[in-house]
């Protein structure tokens, strides 16, 4: 059997049976946004790694070496933040084809070092070897919370209110406008490059929505909206309902999806690389929670649904009629 | 400039500037096997990760899934011993072609669960993504240790003794036979392809190392003796005085350096993967230090040479004569 037959989520299922064996003080393994580990007292480690290939996850000539950089550190402190957590340290380890140049190289640290510097994370450690022909970047990231104020993907319960950080569905339209797929004016064509060339982890966001206490799950919208909603589904045995006329949509993707004559919403729902930050809160504390955003400068903030004991996500559109939604997100190996 | 001609460490050496920015935590950024995080109390956080490239660090039809599975593991946790530390959780990304068998890749991973199981190491995140072409495993590893039992690169002082833990050069030999550059009968071929392809990490050498408080620097023989010497003389600023008689070599590579014509020493100076360990030890600890490793079972180990003021690293031949020793070890990027 090849790896296309069962996509990428079949396999890490397959992976996930005995990857823990021994230690009490692993809180969380395989299965959320971080790893989390009992580290002293109350505090815990977080724990993530993310890995981006050449062709695969970036094409050399629709990125800057620098954003290239940027956007490895950022994925990571993105699964941070979702966690509610804080990023100290990261561990880099790059493949290099021989016969790239340096200066190349280096601003592709640069971007590194520019967005840690950002975040005050210390860049402690990696490894750094040669690739018969693409680069390669891992980064692993450490970071610490609260072990009480931690966001589990599990956490959602029927009844809890869906809440969304940010628009969603630019950086897809970027990637397609990088594509070709489809073209904007400009100004617009920059908007969208920038939303999918540098994305922004939301660090501060995560930390003010954990601190409150007040929200049951978080996750970080890196495959898209369905689908990461589909994890926080999965993992905390409920479904979802979303309302199609909240979803948010930024005015830059109305408008060039009017221009290019596509529905704006496929891009929403399942794009990815949003890296918009979505909670579920219960509906007793969902006015606090709003207030507590709004008082510490995480706003907008979107309510876009309910969680429900009925598996799977629906949504109500606007002539009133429910529809079922299936994640489209990206797999990597599933055959399109 | 391409990256070939600076190389590898010059390339990290040109990198390895603004790393650390902020965190008073952080004991030991890039430069030692691992980095070095303050955790609570005593206890320090140990963090290392490498990663393996196909047709770079392997060759696909010269090693067995589960055996890689294995190695990228146990290269990891070589490094958490060469600090005398205890590995605890590891993060796994593995960037896999599409077509590739299931079966292929869940050897892999079932290597890499077989000997996390042996150390009680839990596997506790990863990403796993598809590559165009090549396989490409990055694992990162975070352990522990009492902070004042840390060995690092930098404490080899003037006088002390240099120790190793174990023979060199079969590894080296095990990739030659691999290459088809030097052949040997069956017992003796498997003896060092299990020796390139097997590596087993000395958790428990490194522990009673650092335990018994008598060392003052320690690595582990990834590069090759030389290169790996050469590390702890920069670090500590030292330079180190080698007898040609005492490098420890195993009687399988004595005799297939007869039958095939090489010399051996060649391969146990410069020939890398051995994943000894190389301890530096003050002249008066050096009998308490013998003592305390025959006790615990870290037996033989070999005094291969002393630690000297003058910088560079010196051999004394069978004829009296002092021959003066360069780095031939692997560097990813260099030209050969």
Redo the contacts between chains.
């Keep these: 059997?090849?790896?296309?037959?069962?996509g990428?989520f079949g396999?890490?299922e397959?992976?996930r049976k005995?990857?823990?064996?021994?230690?009490d003080?692993?809180i969380?393994?395989?299965g959320d946004d971080?790893?989390v580990?009992r580290?002293?007292?109350d505090?815990v480690?977080l724990?993530?790694?993310?890995?981006?290939?050449?062709?695969?996850?970036f094409v050399r000539d629709t990125i800057t070496p620098h954003q290239l950089g940027g956007k490895a550190i950022a994925v990571n402190l993105s699964d941070i933040a979702a966690m509610g957590g804080r990023p100290?340290?990261a561990?880099?380890?790059?493949?290099?084809p021989?016969?790239?140049?340096?200066?190349e190289?280096?601003e592709l640290?640069r971007g590194m070092?520019d967005i840690?510097?950002r975040y005050?994370?210390?860049?402690?450690?990696?490894?750094?070897?040669?690739?018969?022909?693409?680069l390669?970047i891992?980064v692993?990231v450490?970071g610490d919370a609260n072990e009480g104020q931690v966001l589990y993907r599990s956490g959602a319960r029927p009844g809890d209110k869906i809440y969304l950080t940010g628009t969603v569905g630019d950086s897809s339209a970027g990637l397609r406008i990088l594509r070709g797929k489809i073209s904007a004016p400009g100004p617009l064509r920059d908007h969208f490059i920038k939303a999918h060339n540098e994305p922004q982890p939301l660090i501060e966001t995560g930390g003010i929505i954990a601190q409150s206490r007040l929200a049951t799950a978080m996750i970080d919208l890196s495959d898209g909206l369905i689908s990461d909603l589909g994890h926080i589904c999965e993992e905390s045995g409920v479904g979802a309902f979303l309302f199609r006329d909240r979803i948010p949509l930024s005015s830059e993707l109305e408008k060039v999806a009017g221009y290019a004559g596509f529905n704006p919403l496929e891009l929403a729902l399942s794009g990815g690389e949003d890296y918009a930050l979505l909670a579920t809160v219960p509906e007793k504390n969902a006015k606090k929670f709003e207030q507590v955003c709004k008082e510490n400068g995480s706003w907008p903030l979107f309510l876009i649904g309910d969680i429900q004991e009925e598996g799977g996500i629906r949504m109500m559109t606007a002539d009133g009629s429910v529809e079922k939604l299936r994640p489209k997100g990206f797999d990597?190996?599933s055959q399109p």
């Design positions: 059997m090849k790896l296309s037959d069962i990428e396999f890490i397959s992976i005995d990857c823990l064996t021994t230690l003080e692993v969380k393994g395989i971080c790893a580990f580290s002293s007292g505090r480690l724990l993530t790694t993310d890995m981006l290939v050449e062709d695969i996850h100290l340290v561990l880099i380890s790059v493949a290099i021989a016969e790239r140049e340096i200066e190289l280096q640290y070092k840690c510097g005050r994370v210390d860049i402690v450690g990696g490894d750094t070897v040669a690739s018969p022909d693409k390669v891992n692993s450490v990597h190996f």
